[in-house]
């Protein structure tokens, strides 16, 4: 487009000379993809419309929150209602129960709730609490699996197994990141070397049960099953991270998946955030009540927030837990997203262009490669110049999918299946050109 009539281009100007990159968070602006970032001006449904006009199908929903899609009458009045009352006091309120009760009540091991008021927060305040619950030091981390920005989780492998892993960021001491173990993904046997070296040092594990953060990489079942067995033999608690699949996967969250596989099967935390706050910045983290009750004011743990258990926010949150709630919701949800995911599969295959795809509820994932891949060193295999011209022929038809390939893609409740054939159609196109 011309870079005089385009509003994107020139919001981006604008935006750089002020903000660093032209973005509040790093994956927005593009630089994985190239070219400019679209500005949203507004949404509605399974839409937003950029700076210029330009009406594209989302699929990345805030990076899931917006499981609704955009404008959900029922939240929108909520919130409405909402704001109308007073947007923060720094007391309690009786929803902060109602949104605790309502997340209790589908995940079985969450007996007690913390409201924060993002995901990064909600993980750096249940590995203080594992750690102050067991009073020990070490984490255990996998490679590809995000858990927010706060320092000691900002960890990439070291080189060798059960070596400490060197910060990812600039401006982490390596002291700081010193009692994190950073371990390949899906790797039984490096997770069974950690506990017999470092059991009884060991807090946690906190890991992505479907690791949203390397594209869509299901933690396997045996894998899943023996950090519980390792944990619960050596005194470590297991965190799940639920922050992207939590109330976007199942109802019951990823947890619910794998108890199917593994009866019984629960973590000891869960972090929560994205769905639960339906748009809104909230988080949590939960779990058994003698945990739980180990945080301030009860217990020595510290933590809190100006801002968490906001008003509005979990008038938003609430709205939407019950929206999905509905025993309707999650199978029309998942049948939705299935039909996306074999569409584009069938279109690569038309057009000979390797692809494998993966999804859960309302989450999915593809990868450029044959098969679906275990863990991150295989995901990096992916053909990443070839992805940005999908991503861009893509968007130049009006269909907007995470600019980066190591992002997973989210179908919401108001994508029709006019919009999921308009995707699959936009792709064929799109793949014969890749070749
Ligand atoms: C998004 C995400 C986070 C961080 O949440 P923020 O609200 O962005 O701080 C943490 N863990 C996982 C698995 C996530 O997907």
Redesign the pocket.
């Known amino acids: 487009m011309n870079p005089t009539t385009d509003r994107n281009q020139q919001l981006f100007d604008r935006a750089r000379a002020l903000i660093p990159g032209g973005v509040n ?1 790093p994956v927005r602006a593009f630089r994985a993809v190239g070219g400019t970032p679209r500005f949203v001006q507004r949404a509605q449904g399974a839409y937003f419309w950029d700076a210029n006009g330009a009406r594209y199908i989302d699929y990345i929903g805030s ?2 929150p917006m499981i609704l899609g955009h404008g959900h009458p029922r939240v929108l009045e909520a919130v409405q209602r909402a704001v109308m009352e007073g947007f923060s006091y720094g007391a309690p309120t009786e929803r902060e129960i109602e949104l605790a009760e309502e997340i209790a009540k589908h995940l079985p091991s969450v007996e007690m709730v913390r409201l924060v ?7 750096m305040s249940a590995i203080r609490l594992a750690r102050g619950a067991t009073g020990r030091s070490r984490i255990v981390k996998f490679e590809g ?5 706060a320092d000691a989780l900002l960890v990439k492998a070291g080189s060798g197994l059960a070596t400490f892993g060197h910060p990812t960021s600039a401006g982490v001491p390596p002291e700081v990141v010193q009692h994190t173990m950073v371990l390949e993904y899906n790797n039984i046997a490096q997770i069974e070397e950690a506990f017999a070296t470092h059991g009884k040092e060991i807090a946690c594990i906190i890991i ?1 049960p479907i ?3 390397m594209n869509f990489v299901r933690a396997s079942v045996p894998f899943m099953k023996r950090c519980r067995e390792l944990c619960t033999q050596h005194g470590a608690l297991l965190v799940l ?5 939590g109330f976007r996967v199942a109802l019951g969250s990823a947890q619910s998946v794998y108890a199917k596989s593994l009866p019984g099967f629960q973590p000891d935390l869960t ?1 929560l ?2 769905v639960i706050g339906g748009g809104m ?1 909230l ?1 949590a983290f939960g779990g058994p009540r003698a945990i739980m009750e180990r945080l301030a004011p009860l217990g020595p743990v510290y933590q809190a927030g100006t801002l968490s258990g906001n008003p509005v926010a979990t008038a938003c949150g609430l709205a939407t837990l019950k929206e999905i709630a509905d025993p309707a919701f999650f199978p029309a949800l998942a049948q939705k997203t299935r039909t996306l995911v074999d569409g584009l599969k069938g279109a690569a295959a038309e057009a000979g262009i390797p692809f494998a795809a993966d999804c859960e509820g309302g989450m999915f994932g593809f990868f450029l490669l044959p098969e679906l891949p275990r863990n991150y060193p295989s995901v990096m295999q992916s053909d990443s110049p070839r992805f940005g011209r999908l991503f861009h022929g893509l968007l130049d038809r009006g269909v907007y999918i995470a600019p980066a390939l190591y992002e ?1 893609g989210f179908v919401s409740a108001a994508h029709s299946e006019d919009d999921i054939a308009q995707t699959v159609q936009a792709a064929r196109e799109v793949f014969k050109t890749l070749g």
Not at 117 to 123: D, V
Request: contains cysteine; glycine residues 16%; charged residues 15%.
């Open positions: 968070s990076w899931g008021s993002s995901g990064t927060e909600a993980a699996c995000y858990h927010g920005h992505e690791a949203g953060n991270d639920e922050v992207m699949t972090v955030g994205k910045p988080a997973a």
